[in-house]
């Protein structure tokens, strides 16, 4: 799969890209990722790449024509007779936000142009033009979308075919199976064995799955119920569930003094 991202900020998708499983994945050639700079198509002595807004107000816009060229460097590149043309996501905090499902379905694209806002953003009419999708990556305010991007290429990147070791198999995410993750615990010369459930040290590995289980179950139901009501429980799921919350809510009682 190849990313191409329009950003005045290479380097830092670059070194992102160059990172832990999905810079291992680039080096397998499973991912490939360029980035495309406004700034080399920007004319004049200074390369301006903002603009002012019509309408005034403080902030500035990207400028539309160093975008324009940009993007069609980065649209005529690479591609080889009979390709469909790539569609372009703009990071966006107006943007549908970011799921799992949704990077699946990224995932399996062969090829994806990520466009990242800097300023107050892009010029509508560039955006309605030539945009296809707009994603952001949550309800909170960043200076710009390369780190959005980065967050889609990591999660993309990941899910490449080989990206991952057999332990890291994807299939086991969080998310992907509805649930949160259970705690994890490791040796420690510090710590000792002191506060890690017994079941983990009991070598009986059926108990041992049945507790991450519920662990998994109790877990999203305290923190995450949103993504509870979404899936349904088999019936050992809910026997789990419900003995983790019987217990959980006994723990929560006041006690009483006689
Ligand atoms: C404070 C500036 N805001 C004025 C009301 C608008 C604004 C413009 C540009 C807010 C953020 C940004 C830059 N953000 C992104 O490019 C972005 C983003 C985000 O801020 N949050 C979540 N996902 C994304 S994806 C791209």
Not at 96 to 113: D, G, I, N
Not at 183 to 188: A, G, I, L
Not at 235 to 246: G, I, K, M, Y
Request: glycine fraction near 10%; hydrophobic fraction near 40%; proline fraction near 5%.
């Amino acid at each position: 799969m190849r990313f191409d991202v329009i950003t005045l900020f290479p380097e830092f998708i670059d070194h992102c890209a160059r990172i832990g499983v999905v810079g291992r994945a680039r080096e397998r050639g499973l991912l490939d990722v360029a980035c495309w700079n406004p700034r080399d198509y920007a004319g004049g002595n200074y390369r301006r790449v903002d603009e002012r807004p019509f309408g005034g107000g403080p902030g500035m816009l990207m400028m539309i024509e160093p975008l324009r060229e940009c993007l069609a460097a980065a649209r005529a590149a690479a591609v080889m007779p009979g390709d469909t043309p790539a569609p372009l996501i703009h990071l966006s905090p107006q943007g549908e936000k970011l799921t799992q499902a949704m990077v699946r379905k990224l995932a399996s694209q062969p090829r994806l142009l990520l466009l990242c806002g800097r300023y107050e953003g892009i010029d509508e009419r560039l955006i309605e033009r030539e945009v296809d999708a707009e994603v952001s990556i949550g309800d909170f305010v960043l200076s710009g979308g390369e780190l959005a991007a980065a967050v889609l290429i990591d999660a993309v990147g990941r899910l490449q075919h080989g990206a991952l070791n057999d332990e890291q198999s994807a299939v086991q995410d969080s998310f992907e199976g509805g649930l949160l993750d259970c705690p994890h615990y490791t040796r420690s010369e510090s710590l000792g064995t002191a506060g890690v459930p017994d079941v983990l040290l009991s070598g009986d590995h059926a108990a041992i799955a049945r507790w991450r289980r519920q662990q998994a179950l109790g877990r999203t139901w305290l923190r995450r119920p949103d993504l509870l009501a979404r899936t349904t429980l088999c019936d050992d799921d809910r026997a789990l569930l419900a003995a983790f919350s019987r217990e959980w809510l006994r723990a929560q009682a006041v006690p009483t003094s006689k």
